[in-house]
């Protein structure tokens, strides 16, 4: 039985949250600063998660690649898209607001559309 969305979402909540409390003393991790509220797709290379910032409760939407499934050539490929987005600033694409990776993962906060 293949499980649904809800349920991988949850595993993979679960474990982000676990790298954040893993990574909790570490300054330069940015993840703490938001909230994950719950998964919202799943695709080939990872999840799409509904997030929101402590801070001032601005939604975003947390895009999680995995580097696992990433092979090399992929992997020079993923880091010049996220690199072209971050520079990207226009009305109709949704903006790249901030952008970070671990060793398991690369991290895209994108403007959140309801």
Request: net charge neutral; with cysteine; proline share 2%.
């Amino acid at each position: 039985m293949e499980e649904s969305i809800d349920d991988i979402g949850d595993k993979f909540m679960n474990s982000l949250k676990s790298s954040i409390n893993s990574n909790l003393g570490v300054q330069s991790w940015p993840i703490q600063e938001y909230l994950v509220l719950g998964p919202i797709s799943r695709g080939s290379d990872g999840f799409v998660f509904h997030i929101k910032l402590r801070r001032n409760k601005k939604e975003y939407a947390l895009k999680v690649i995995w580097k696992g499934n990433a092979r090399k050539n992929l992997d020079s490929k993923t880091k010049n898209e996220i690199a072209i987005h971050w520079e990207l600033k226009h009305e109709n694409i949704l903006r790249l607001q901030n952008k970070f990776e671990d060793f398991d993962n690369y991290y895209l906060v994108l403007d959140y559309c309801s």
